[in-house]
């Protein structure tokens, strides 16, 4: 069965950066784009990027344009998110989806979300 | 600001009908793109209930139903039931931005 795995908890500094991972088993990893979407507390899903983890092609929003960083490793079927020049504002939940098919499409698998808070 | 509109809430008894609505433009729900609809419980990752507008994933039960008109879309649940509590999300594309977009989500309630 499809599972998206992501890495543990994280809790950051104001200035660092934060690498979240996403594991995919149960389907051709390379067949398939994965977004990243994150949540903080108690407000609304808000879309990052994604990536075409057969080329890697990417597509970040403009509110993290230059800050987010996706990419993907074939051999590991891993996805990864890194967000740099943290502040307070970033704490949330960071979830990885899979798109059922190509990036406009619906997201019909989620990892289980990693929680990243940033506090000095 | 989400550039898909969402009621903040609704709320219905066991048994009844309630809808969601999800107003977008011409640029994200008015074009080719499709609507999809989420439920969130609490603590719990999105799962997706409603694809390409109007389709119901393996397991989604039927109580659930979606429609797209013109620039907006609308989520259906009848039969209410009290695990239908949750937070609901519209989600489509935005051909102006380039950028997947979310409805603000809407906290459904029942009585």
């Known amino acids: 069965q499809v599972q998206l795995v992501q890495s543990g908890a994280e809790v950051k500094t104001p200035g660092a950066s934060v690498k979240v991972s996403c594991k995919a088993s149960g389907y051709t990893f390379t067949s398939y784009v994965i977004h990243w979407v994150r949540q903080a507390p108690g407000q609304r899903l808000e879309w990052m990027g994604w990536i075409d983890a057969g080329n890697g092609d990417t597509k970040y929003s403009q509110r993290f344009q230059g800050r987010v960083t996706i990419a993907r490793d074939t051999s590991a079927s891993t996805v990864y998110m890194d967000l740099s020049s943290l502040r307070s504002e970033d704490t949330a939940v960071y979830y990885c989806?899979?798109?059922?098919?190509?990036?406009?499409?619906?997201?019909?698998?989620w990892g289980q979300g990693t929680l990243v808070t940033v506090s000095s | 600001q989400s550039v898909l509109t969402q009621p903040p809430s609704v709320s219905g008894a066991p048994g009844q009908r309630v809808t969601i609505s999800c107003t977008g433009s011409?640029?994200?729900?008015?074009?080719?793109?499709?609507v999809h609809w989420y439920q969130q419980l609490p603590g719990t990752a999105p799962k997706l209930l409603i694809s390409g507008n109007n389709n119901r994933p393996s397991g989604v039960p039927d109580r659930f139903s979606g429609s797209k008109s013109g620039t907006s879309a609308s989520l259906a649940i009848t039969g209410l039931q009290a695990e239908d509590e949750a937070d609901y999300y519209c989600?489509?594309?935005?051909?102006?931005?380039?950028?997947?977009?979310f409805g603000g989500g809407t906290k459904l309630t029942v009585l």
């Open positions: 989806a899979r798109a059922n098919g190509g990036y406009y499409h619906a997201l019909n698998y």
């Open positions: 989600h489509s594309y935005d051909s102006s931005l380039g950028a997947v977009i």
């Open positions: 011409s640029s994200n729900i008015g074009t080719v793109y499709d």
